[in-house]
């Protein structure tokens, strides 16, 4: 009985630790994925195109800095997953409005 308790214990605390080294660092790919979309979309037009999709992506963007100049690595990662969301939407968005007109 004592062996099996052991081997539950320690796959228990293997599993634990795995979850937990996961979240413990700075979500700096996030963010730079969610910085790249914010500007490829502005770069496809979604500025006049998505101006409201994009201008959540860039909220969602300065909200996940905060947290992560805070601390809140979580929550900076899940912001910065949502702003990238909203920026490929938002270019998504323009880029089937067509070319946008040379100035």
Do not use: I
């Not at 214990?9 to 080294?21: E, F, I």
């Not at 979500?27 to 790249?36: F, G, I, L, Y």
């Not at 300065?62 to 912001?79: F, I, M, P, S, V």
């Amino acid at each position: 009985m004592q062996r099996f308790s052991s081997r539950v214990l320690a796959t228990w605390l293997l599993l634990l630790a795995a979850g937990l080294a996961g979240c413990a660092g700075a979500p700096m790919q996030e963010m730079s994925n969610a910085r790249q979309a914010v500007k490829a979309a502005e770069q496809a037009g979604a500025s006049q195109t998505a101006p409201e999709l994009l201008a959540e992506a860039n909220l969602l963007l300065k909200t996940a800095r905060e947290h992560l100049y805070q601390g809140n690595y979580r929550d900076a990662r899940d912001e910065a997953e949502l702003a990238r969301t909203k920026a490929v939407e938002a270019r998504r968005v323009a880029e089937q409005a067509g070319p946008r007109p040379n100035p």
